[in-house]
């Protein structure tokens, strides 16, 4: 059974910096597409970075370009979010999710984590 644990949300001040954590176990993930996505209060879920599990195909969303990096270690079985100069309208929770497609919609990534909260401050 597939499993993703996302870990490393919390309370920062703008600026700021974090790096979420996706851990990843029950399946085989070398084919598989990886994705970040976020939910604001209020607001649709939306994608925010997403990459083949190799590490190619990396790609952003416009909001987030220049300031964050998705990447992973394979020998951890993890999938990482580095964010950078955090914005308040960063503020969501942020889900990691899997799927076979290197694509930006929701309904493209069948396996999905509990999510984790990230509060930026102004």
């Known amino acids: 059974q597939v499993q993703l644990v996302e870990s490393g949300g919390g309370l920062v001040q703008a600026g700021d910096s974090l790096r979420l954590s996706c851990a990843t176990s029950?399946?085989?993930?070398?084919?598989?597409?990886m994705g970040w996505f976020r939910q604001a209060p209020g607001k649709e879920r939306e994608f925010v970075a997403r990459?083949?599990?190799?590490?190619?195909?990396?790609y952003y969303a416009d909001s987030v370009k220049g300031r964050f990096t998705i990447s992973r270690d394979a020998a951890k079985n993890t999938v990482y979010l580095q964010m950078n100069n955090l914005k308040p309208e960063d503020t969501a929770v942020y889900y990691c999710?899997?799927?076979?497609?290197?694509?930006?919609?929701?309904?493209?990534?069948?396996?999905w984590g509990q999510g984790t909260q990230v509060t930026v401050s102004s």
């Open positions: 029950g399946g085989t993930f070398s084919n598989s597409v």
């Open positions: 990459m083949r599990w190799s590490g190619l195909n990396r």
């Open positions: 999710a899997a799927g076979i497609r290197l694509s930006p919609s929701l309904s493209d990534y069948p396996y």
